[in-house]
């Protein structure tokens, strides 16, 4: 486990400079298109937005899961089980 964690971080530490110089990349393109009458800086900004969005749809869907499970089960936790023959502890 240590040696994935030591290749994952080093692989993430090895590839920040690539993932980092594409954002001027971006940028510099979606002002020219812009500049010259384009729309790709629009659907740009539509597709990060999209992305930004994304983790929160997962994570709220998750916890909505969660809580409905959980409120079923305290619903149907309310009533005493009927205990089983020799069963002393629910007597």
């Given at each position: 486990?240590?040696?994935?964690t030591?290749?994952?971080l ?15 990349m ?19 900004n ?7 969005g ?5 994570i709220?869907?998750?916890a909505f ?21 020799g ?5």
């Amino acid at each position: 486990m240590q040696r994935f964690t030591l290749f994952l971080l080093l692989l993430v530490f090895f590839a920040l400079p690539e993932l980092a110089a594409q954002c001027p990349m971006c940028r510099a393109t979606a002002e020219t298109n812009l500049a010259n009458g384009g729309t790709e800086g629009q659907g740009l900004n539509n597709g990060i937005m999209y992305m930004l969005g994304m983790p929160y749809l997962v994570i709220g869907t998750i916890a909505f899961f969660w809580w409905r499970n959980r409120r079923k089960g305290a619903d149907a936790g309310t009533s005493r089980p009927k205990p089983l023959p020799g069963d002393q502890h629910l007597n």
